[in-house]
């Protein structure tokens, strides 16, 4: 007599069930390498260099640039016969800068930062007042200063404050230290047109970083860099803070090339490629 007990389910395996979450379309990845090839190029191709360059047989991608024309992703011209991105992915692209939040996106690679060098990392933005602190990542033996989120930096006095000054429009900071001074000092400044300050400025842009050794508080190295928006304006800048004796504050130490690494990542987040 057969047994008609029903027998117990088992969840899937998990290397299944992952599997199954994670399956692909093959030709839509086959296809992005076309997209791929036209966005780098920044200018028409003809079909036999976009397959070349996505390394296919012409006759294979041209299927896929005559999809993507018909969804308006790809243009061809009519007299040239020559492809390039279409209205379709001007459209995707600035739906997908309105999307970008500079903050979140400096975020991931702030605490990646973070975790790896084992120092302080702050995000800074420009506010109303200044640079002004969104984020602190404290290692396990935070520093002993005066830092936390809502501070807003000094202009001039801070290598936060200088790598913005450098990046962004004149007019903007000369506005921004004369409300700084007349706050905290009174009166007007010509800090701004000092020879030793435009060097700094000029040494920042050089090098595409700022460095303070026992700078703003003794003791204590700063190292920073910019964050760069798709259309080349400073977003934001990430800001390494540790102690002189164990933070080798140079540009090309180890903890500098990750700086810079994760910095230029950033800005890959947001759509800049101007590095």
């Given at each position: 007599?057969?047994?008609?007990?029903?027998?117990?389910?088992?969840?899937?395996?998990?290397?299944?069930?992952?599997?199954?979450?994670?399956?692909?379309?093959?030709?839509?990845?086959?296809?992005?390498?076309?997209?791929?090839?036209?966005?780098?190029?920044?200018?028409?191709?003809?079909?036999?260099?976009?397959?070349?360059?996505?390394?296919?047989?012409?006759?294979?991608?041209?299927p896929?640039?005559?999809?993507?024309?018909?969804?308006?992703?790809?243009?061809?011209?009519?007299?040239?016969?020559?492809?390039?991105?279409?209205?379709?992915?001007?459209?995707?692209?600035?739906?997908?800068?309105?999307?970008?939040?500079?903050?979140?996106?400096?975020?991931?690679?702030a605490?990646?930062?973070?975790?790896?060098?084992?120092?302080?990392?702050?995000?800074?933005?420009?506010?109303?007042?200044?640079?002004?602190?969104?984020?602190?990542?404290?290692p396990?033996?935070?520093?002993?200063?005066?830092?936390?989120?809502?501070?807003v930096?000094?202009?001039?006095?801070?290598?936060?404050?200088?790598?913005?000054?450098?990046?962004?429009?004149?007019?903007?900071?000369?506005?921004?230290?004369?409300?700084?001074?007349?706050?905290?000092?009174?009166?007007?400044?010509?800090?701004?047109?000092?020879?030793?300050?435009?060097?700094?400025?000029?040494?920042?842009?050089?090098?595409?970083?700022?460095?303070?050794?026992?700078?703003?508080?003794?003791?204590?190295?700063?190292?920073?860099?910019?964050?760069?928006?798709?259309?080349?304006?400073?977003?934001?800048?990430?800001?390494?803070?540790?102690?002189?004796?164990?933070?080798?504050?140079?540009?090309?130490?180890?903890?500098?090339?990750?700086?810079?690494?994760?910095?230029?990542r950033?800005?890959?987040?947001?759509?800049?490629?101007?590095?």
């Amino acid at each position: 007599m057969p047994d008609d007990t029903t027998l117990p389910s088992f969840p899937p395996d998990d290397a299944a069930a992952e599997s199954k979450r994670q399956r692909r379309i093959q030709s839509i990845e086959v296809g992005m390498r076309l997209i791929d090839t036209l966005t780098d190029a920044a200018q028409p191709l003809p079909l036999k260099d976009i397959a070349r360059l996505a390394e296919m047989p012409p006759g294979k991608a041209h299927p896929y640039l005559v999809s993507f024309m018909s969804v308006g992703l790809v243009k061809q011209h009519p007299l040239t016969g020559l492809y390039e991105l279409g209205p379709g992915a001007l459209k995707l692209g600035l739906a997908a800068l309105q999307q970008l939040d500079p903050v979140t996106e400096a975020s991931q690679e702030a605490a990646l930062l973070a975790t790896s060098s084992d120092l302080s990392i702050a995000l800074a933005v420009w506010g109303q007042l200044g640079p002004t602190v969104v984020r602190l990542d404290e290692p396990r033996y935070p520093l002993h200063v005066n830092l936390r989120v809502g501070t807003v930096m000094s202009l001039f006095n801070t290598i936060t404050g200088r790598v913005f000054a450098a990046y962004l429009p004149e007019k903007m900071v000369r506005t921004m230290l004369e409300d700084e001074h007349r706050r905290v000092v009174g009166g007007r400044s010509a800090a701004f047109d000092s020879p030793e300050i435009q060097q700094l400025l000029e040494e920042i842009r050089a090098t595409g970083m700022g460095r303070g050794l026992s700078m703003p508080q003794p003791g204590v190295n700063t190292l920073c860099a910019p964050v760069f928006a798709a259309d080349g304006k400073i977003a934001l800048v990430i800001t390494m803070i540790g102690p002189q004796g164990v933070f080798d504050a140079s540009m090309d130490s180890p903890a500098g090339r990750q700086l810079r690494e994760h910095a230029d990542r950033a800005s890959r987040r947001l759509g800049y490629s101007g590095r």
